[in-house]
């Protein structure tokens, strides 16, 4: 069963930037497709950010393109999200995620998560 804890949220003014880390452990094998999703007041959890493992073709929603990376260590154990440039409409919980095993990273392929990790709260203030 794998585990996914995020780290290293917190409040930032608009422009600000915040690195999030997410520990993963457990049994990850055949996990190819890992990810981050974000959930703001009232709306839905949506889909930020996937790379394939290990440290493969990154890919992000348009709303963030340029301004956050998404990153893992050799150790493939860590999984990051680097975000710059951040705006008021980034605030929400982050959450780091996992597809389920033996599904293949795709752009907008955010149906094949099935497991999400602990969250991490990211304010921005204007």
């Known amino acids: 069963q794998v585990e996914m804890v995020a780290s290293g949220g917190g409040s930032v003014q608009a422009g600000g930037s915040l690195r999030l880390s997410c520990a993963v452990s457990?049994?990850?094998?055949?996990?190819?497709?890992m990810g981050w999703f974000r959930q703001a007041p009232g709306k839905a959890r949506e889909g930020v950010a996937t790379?394939?493992?290990?440290?493969?073709?990154?890919y992000y929603v348009d709303s963030v393109k340029g301004r956050f990376t998404i990153s893992q260590d050799k150790a493939d154990r860590t999984l990051y999200l680097q975000m710059d440039g951040l705006k008021p409409e980034d605030t929400a919980i982050y959450y780091c995620?996992?597809?389920?095993?033996?599904?293949?990273?795709?752009?907008?392929?955010?149906?094949?998560?099935?497991?999400w990790g602990q969250g991490t709260q990211v304010t921005v203030s204007s």
């Open positions: 995620a996992a597809a389920r095993p033996g599904a293949l990273c795709g752009r907008g392929r955010w149906d094949i998560f099935d497991y």
């Open positions: 457990g049994y990850t094998a055949n996990r190819n497709c």
């Open positions: 790379i394939t493992r290990p440290r493969h073709d990154p």
